[in-house]
């Protein structure tokens, strides 16, 4: 069964950071490109960052390009995701998922190519 749990998520003041973690399980890990999303409160989903399956190319969004690192340890099976410099605006429920295709050949971010989201993990920033 392919599973994804985030986790990392908490209470953060402005001006902070937060560093996510998704771990993945159930399939090839290191064969999958992996997209972390955002969906706040009343809004419909936005994608934050993305990273190829051999962590060789990256994309952000342009809200986070400047305060956002996204990494993966394949042996692992996890995805990072760490963003600093956190507004109230970054307040909003973090999944990852994982693309629909294998090894596909270029990193997309059309967040309809990708499935098995996990639970999320609730990022909050308030002071």
């Known amino acids: 069964e392919v599973q994804l749990v985030e986790s990392g998520g908490g209470l953060v003041q402005p001006g902070g950071s937060v560093r996510l973690s998704c771990k993945g399980s159930?399939?090839?890990?290191?064969?999958?490109?992996i997209m972390w999303v955002r969906q706040a409160p009343g809004k419909g989903f936005e994608w934050v960052a993305a990273i190829s399956n051999a962590a060789g190319t990256k994309r952000y969004a342009p809200f986070v390009k400047d305060r956002a690192t996204i990494s993966r340890e394949n042996g692992q099976n996890t995805v990072y995701l760490r963003l600093n410099n956190l507004t109230p605006e970054d307040t909003a429920m973090y999944y990852c998922a994982k693309d629909k295709e294998w090894q596909r050949s270029t990193l997309t971010t059309a967040i309809s190519e990708y499935h098995y989201r996990g639970p999320g993990t609730q990022v909050t920033v308030s002071s």
């Open positions: 159930g399939f090839v890990f290191g064969h999958y490109h």
